[in-house]
């Protein structure tokens, strides 16, 4: 197995020689691995290429490569490329090329990896993580992995814009780069990343770390365009998010009309209140008793047109959903298996409308009316998060704070 450390680099003539030289020093601790130094720098003005492309000359396991344009995005994605295609790496680390991270805990994040983690992740913020940065770069730290849990709804992820990672070649297969503005300027390729691989199914573990400030050369980080983009992505993860709620309505609100529509049609054979045909479909069902009796239900004319139209509602509900609505998640099972599920999930709503309705009426003597909106409100939500965690499971969002180990 072949690990391949790539280190981002910009301007890093007094750091980047001993940064290797720590890193194949922590080598020795992982005898299993085939351990590589990449180092994709974005054409450095000063001696970083020179150095490098000096030390590759004399060990063959380390690598210079010039990505030419300038980003930490750009340095990190096309070095891992690189790592996968020429290097062919199976292990893929990321750590700066300033000495703020210490390589070795190498080993540990890679043992995860082994263990079974896609993507392991250094956290200053967790217990045992430390954070030697001035208070301002501290403050944005922590500001924005409060945002991030807000905004993407990871609460057990504590740590979303250090750079020290490992994961899987697997891993960065299946990232889905287009989510990704791993192009821009600033160092928001650091939560997109972490976020289009939570999108992928990755299993993330993280491991405290202590980040040290850099004692030589220059930050060259952009801290206000950097907060704007991490604003940006928290509202585009929001927006993604409250897309399929929208469509889980529209959806809703469609089969509410077909329920209503082919009630009126099997039962009377109006469309509401207009007279559209000659006789109800179901004229031949009667509509009062004596009808035949099932137990303690009669199977008159009405029981039957609502539960044939019930169903039906349920159908489209499911073809609709489960072809666009939750097209995007992952799925599990058959679709017959979904579609009985998704049955029984639907007896719920009803039941929630009852007790609402019983509720607000006998308890707190106010009007069913009241009951019945609060009841289908809550129905609503209930149903939604069924559907998001019972039947199309694995919703890139909300079940992306489970797949963190701490
Ligand atoms: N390839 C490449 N690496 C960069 C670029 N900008 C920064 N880096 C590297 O990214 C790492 C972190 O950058 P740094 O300036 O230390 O940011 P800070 O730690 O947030 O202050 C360092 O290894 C930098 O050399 C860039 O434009 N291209
Ligand atoms: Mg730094």
């Given at each position: 197995m072949r690990l391949v450390v790539n280190i981002p680099t910009y301007n890093e003539e007094d750091n980047i020689s001993e940064v290797i030289r720590n890193v194949l020093k922590s080598a020795k601790n992982m005898p299993s691995l085939d351990v590589h130094v990449l180092v994709s720098d974005s054409h450095s003005p000063d001696k970083t290429p020179d150095i490098v492309k000096d030390i590759s000359k004399t060990n063959p396991k380390v690598h210079y490569l010039d990505v030419k344009e300038r980003g930490l995005g750009i340095g990190i994605v096309k070095g891992h490329r690189y790592a996968v295609d020429k290097l062919r790496a199976d292990i893929l680390?990321?750590?700066?090329?300033?000495?703020?991270?210490?390589?070795?805990?190498?080993?540990?994040?890679?043992?995860?990896?082994?263990?079974?983690?896609?993507?392991?992740?250094?956290?200053?913020?967790?217990?045992?993580?430390?954070?030697?940065?001035?208070?301002?770069?501290?403050?944005?730290t922590r500001g924005s992995a409060f945002y991030c849990k807000l905004a993407w709804g990871t609460f057990s992820i504590s740590e979303y814009t250090n750079s020290y990672r490992v994961f899987t070649k697997k891993l960065f297969e299946n990232v889905d780069f287009k989510k990704i503005p791993w192009r821009s300027k600033t160092y928001i390729i650091q939560p997109s990343f972490l976020y289009a691989a939570l999108l992928a199914g990755a299993k993330v573990k993280e491991v405290p770390i202590i980040f040290i400030d850099r004692k030589k050369g220059y930050s060259k980080s952009k801290i206000i365009a950097y907060i704007i983009d991490v604003v940006i992505f928290g509202i585009k993860v929001r927006i993604e998010k409250s897309k399929t709620f929208l469509k889980?309505?529209?959806?809703?609100?469609?089969?509410?009309?077909?329920?209503?529509?082919?009630?009126?049609?099997?039962?009377?054979?109006?469309?509401?209140?207009?007279?559209?045909?000659?006789?109800?479909?179901?004229?031949?069902?009667?509509?009062?008793?004596?009808?035949?009796k099932l137990l303690f239900i009669y199977l008159d004319r009405l029981f039957v047109a609502s539960l044939i139209s019930i169903e039906a509602s349920i159908i489209i509900n499911f073809f609709f959903h489960d072809s666009w609505t939750f097209k995007h998640r992952n799925r599990e099972g058959s679709k017959l298996k979904r579609f009985l599920k998704f049955n029984l999930s639907s007896v719920g709503s009803p039941i929630i409308q009852l007790a609402s309705i019983l509720t607000f009426v006998q308890v707190l003597h106010t009007s069913e009316q009241i009951g019945l909106a609060f009841g289908v409100i809550i129905g609503l939500f209930v149903n939604y998060t069924v559907n998001l965690l019972w039947i199309w499971k694995e919703h890139p969002e909300k079940d992306l704070s489970q797949k963190v180990v701490k």
């Open positions: 680390g990321q750590m700066d090329g300033d000495m703020s991270h210490d390589p070795s805990t190498l080993p540990e994040m890679v043992q995860l990896i082994e263990e079974g983690y896609d993507l392991v992740v250094g956290s200053r913020l967790m217990k045992g993580g430390k954070n030697l940065l001035g208070w301002h770069r501290r403050l944005f889980f309505l529209s959806v809703g609100t469609l089969t509410y009309f077909v329920n209503a529509i082919l009630l009126g049609l099997l039962y009377r054979g109006n469309i509401y209140s207009v007279k559209v045909l000659p006789e109800a479909i179901l004229s031949f069902i009667p509509v009062n008793h004596p009808s035949t």
